[in-house]
């Protein structure tokens, strides 16, 4: 199986600040590779697939880059409905794995 | 719009068994491939199962496997998740998800439904 591993697993920051959020996968998956915001209580929400390709009504202050291991998933100038958890997911082979999540927090 | 709705989740004992649903509208379900994800309480997300759009392939996680059996009835744009033999482990929201057409990953899902397995 594919491992996903995030870090940070919570980031502390403040509105107008940019982050930036890792994804490191175990082995090569390409490009196959996407990311998710999830609010307290609500479903996940696709933000991003193949590693860069923006969703449909996702803020263009999101954006994502990497190949084969190393991802980012990046917010220019954090908004307040951005605090919320991240998670990347490989879809390279099954089964599907997602990474353990970061927490964006209000500092 | 697409819409995904799931039911069937509750409380129940170590051992005994339940069947989730989760009704489509609002596209064509007969041609998605469909997924089970789930959710520990605070816990982050974990893929159960997948089952392609006419039904003829299906995966697990090994975690559940032997266990659970994902299906579909495109006459009722309906997914379901059949839980056997159910662990405390097994405690979770579980989410359909629909598959992007010729990918593996989600683009809508559903709100989730609750499933608590204690003695």
């Known amino acids: 199986d594919i491992q996903m591993t995030q870090s940070p697993s919570t980031l502390s920051a403040s509105v107008g600040d940019r982050v930036t959020i890792s994804c490191r996968a175990s082995q090569s998956i390409s490009n196959w590779l996407a990311w998710y915001q999830q609010k307290p209580g609500k479903a996940p929400k696709l933000l991003i697939s193949?590693?860069?390709t923006l969703e449909s009504g996702v803020p263009s202050r999101f954006s994502g880059s990497g190949s084969g291991t190393e991802f980012t998933l990046t917010i220019t100038s954090l908004q307040p409905d951005d605090f919320a958890t991240y998670y990347c997911?490989?879809?390279?082979?099954?089964?599907?794995?997602f990474g353990g999540g970061t927490k964006v927090e209000i500092k | 719009q697409v819409q995904l709705v799931e039911s069937g989740g509750g409380a129940v004992q170590p051992g005994r068994s339940l069947r989730l649903s989760c009704a489509a509208s609002g596209f064509t379900f007969s041609d998605y491939g469909m997924h089970w994800v789930r959710q520990a309480p605070g816990k982050g997300l974990e893929w159960v199962a997948a089952?392609?759009?006419?039904?003829?392939?299906?995966y697990y996680a090994e975690s559940v496997k032997g266990r659970i059996t994902i299906s579909r009835d495109n006459s009722k744009d309906t997914v379901y998740l059949q839980m056997n033999s159910l662990r405390a482990e097994d405690t979770a929201v579980y989410y359909c998800?629909?598959?992007?057409?010729?990918?593996?990953?989600?683009?809508?899902w559903g709100q989730g439904t609750l499933v608590t397995v204690s003695s």
């Open positions: 997911q490989q879809y390279n082979n099954y089964p599907l794995t």
């Open positions: 089952i392609w759009y006419d039904g003829n392939n299906k």
């Open positions: 193949r590693a860069s």
């Open positions: 998800a629909r598959g992007v057409l010729g990918e593996w990953f989600f683009d809508y």
